[in-house]
């Protein structure tokens, strides 16, 4: 088992002569939740296709614990890495339990059966994520939300050190969405998460890293990041952002309209970009 220590270097990812991301470096350190946001098209997923392996550095490298992950062996990298990504099979003729149980399969010898702790590790992802009750259903007939949930659990069962997930919470009603990202944060293992949502990016990551057309353009924690000017320089829109008195966590409104010419549902002009702390409306 590693202690899941991350580090990106001077990564650069290309596809033909499109380059999707240029001299990315990230570190996250064990037990940290990093969030990965930017527009889209930024180069987020790409950046963790790198990182789960199935897309190979041009230029730069991917180091889990300080070995190269491009070079460990498959089986390794399988224990250590769980990937949780848009582009998971949904076609698999299985049970939702023998999908999660397919999050065993690194930990295996060949052909050997579940062992009583695999049962254990099995039983309890499928609760976390709250799909106990569908463990006999077939896996290709659930609802877009529960298959999610049942890949997360498949990846949670995996025990990873090293947790890798691609918009975790897209098809997630709210309820789903805060106890999937509340488990990410009782892990015993690092994540690496892009997430759109940046009120939940803010609440549940310790540190982000901010792309913009396949470059790093900040990073660091919440508050230091999401000020407005960044979100107006970064996806072109105006916005608030405040303390939350009762998370602490950075809080955005996003005023609509163009940047710097929000206006008010009620056709009012307002200040667009305002500070941390400033008045709002009604106060
Ligand atoms: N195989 C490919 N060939 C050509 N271009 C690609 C390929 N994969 C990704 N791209 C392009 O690279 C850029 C980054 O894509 P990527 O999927 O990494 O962005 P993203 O930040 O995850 O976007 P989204 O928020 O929409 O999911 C996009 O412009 C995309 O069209």
Redesign the pocket.
């Known amino acids: 088992m590693t202690a899941g220590e991350l580090a990106v270097d001077g990564l650069t990812l290309t596809?033909?002569a499109?380059r999707?991301v240029r001299d990315v470096s990230l570190t996250a350190h064990p037990g940290e939740v990093i969030g990965l946001v930017?527009?889209?098209?930024?180069?987020?997923?790409?950046?963790l296709r790198a990182v789960y392996r199935v897309l190979r550095p041009a230029e730069g490298r991917v180091r889990l614990d300080g070995a190269d992950a491009w070079s460990l062996p498959v089986r390794q990298l399988a224990r250590s890495v769980a990937a949780v990504v848009q582009e998971s099979g949904t076609d698999f003729d299985l049970s939702v339990r023998e999908v999660v149980a397919m999050g065993r399969t690194p930990h295996k010898r060949l052909l050997s059966g579940d062992t009583a702790e695999d049962a254990r590790l099995i039983e309890e992802a499928l609760a976390t994520v709250h799909v106990s009750e569908l463990a006999g259903r077939p896996f290709d007939r659930l609802s877009g939300g529960e298959r999610q949930r049942v890949l997360i659990a498949r990846a949670l069962a995996q025990r990873p050190s090293l947790l890798v997930l691609?918009?975790p919470t897209n098809h997630l009603d709210i309820r789903h969405q805060l106890d999937v990202l509340g488990a990410l944060r009782r892990l015993p293992a690092t994540v690496l998460v892009?997430l759109?949502d940046l009120n939940l990016a803010a609440y549940y990551c310790d540190r982000l890293y901010v792309?913009r057309d396949?470059e790093v353009t900040a990073s660091g924690p919440p508050a230091e990041v999401l000020t407005p000017r960044l979100l107006a320089e970064v996806y072109g829109v105006a916005s608030e952002v405040a303390v939350h008195p009762l998370t602490g966590a950075p809080q955005v409104t996003f005023l609509p309209g163009d940047t710097g010419h929000g206006r008010s549902r009620d056709g009012e002009d307002r200040s667009a970009v305002r500070t941390p702390g400033a008045a709002r409306a009604g106060d």
């Open positions: 596809a033909g499109r999707l930017g527009p889209n098209g930024s180069g987020k997923s790409s950046l691609d918009e892009a759109h792309l396949g």
